[in-house]
């Protein structure tokens, strides 16, 4: 089993609608980062997070760490979101990234 | 201001041949990270390294890989005797600090095709 787990792999939607993208992970940690790869793009980073919420633009993450849980949310989707979404998490007492699989989001106009 | 970035954009090379993928971090970045992106496969840690410190190479996948930083800046990730599973896009990011509180900023990768 994964340390980092993401849902759904594949997204597809209507622009307009609300995303959300799951991550689920099994180790303790000190943060969780939710990244953006655009295809033959780089990776952007979105969200860093340790506890609680955080929203840029029309983008929400949340976390909750009892039960090792991050989601990200997408409001008013848009073609442009389509991407792959990736959640990367920092266990504690160690400096490098664990990532997830990633979720392939397609946002259809 | 400049973000990280990596050189050759791409790499295409025989097997057994070696090769030297560079990065160029943001100025004034301490930590440096190396990931590879297999085809259909997630990101994986590599090796990172943090000011002056001896570098994490815990996710060095054999002894054929190899990484330095000089001067604290920029980094090389070395690849010898090349195979056909080393085939990956390598990703370099930066970040103020190593930890916690501090954001990764990624490059462009480099995409390495062993033939």
């Known amino acids: 089993k994964n340390e980092v787990e993401q849902s759904p792999q594949n997204l597809t939607a209507q622009e307009g609608e609300f995303i959300t993208i799951n991550c689920s992970y099994s180790v303790g940690i000190s943060a969780l980062h939710w990244l953006q790869q655009h295809p033959g793009g780089g990776i952007v980073s979105l969200f860093m997070?340790?506890?609680g919420k955080k929203k840029h633009g029309r983008l929400i993450a949340t976390i909750n760490i009892q039960e090792k849980h991050s989601s990200l949310h997408i409001t008013a989707s848009h073609p442009r979101d389509s991407a792959v979404y990736i959640c990367a998490v920092m266990a504690f007492g160690n400096e490098k990234l664990t990532f997830g699989t990633g979720t392939r989001l397609t946002i259809i106009p | 201001g400049a973000g990280v970035s990596q050189s050759p954009s791409n790499k295409v090379t025989e097997k057994g041949k070696d090769v030297e993928l560079r990065c160029d971090p943001i100025?004034?970045?301490?930590?440096l990270y190396w990931y590879r992106q297999s085809l259909g496969q997630g990101l994986e840690f590599l090796i990172y390294?943090?000011?002056?410190?001896?570098?994490?190479k815990s996710g060095l996948p054999s002894d054929r890989f190899s990484a330095e930083r000089t001067g604290g800046s920029v980094s090389t990730l070395t690849i010898q005797r090349t195979q056909q599973e080393d085939s990956a896009v390598y990703l370099c990011a930066s970040s103020f600090v190593a930890g916690v509180t501090y954001e990764q900023y990624f490059g462009p990768g480099t995409r390495l095709t062993v033939t």
């Open positions: 997070l340790s506890s």
């Open positions: 390294f943090q000011g002056n410190s001896a570098p994490d």
């Open positions: 100025s004034g970045h301490t930590a």
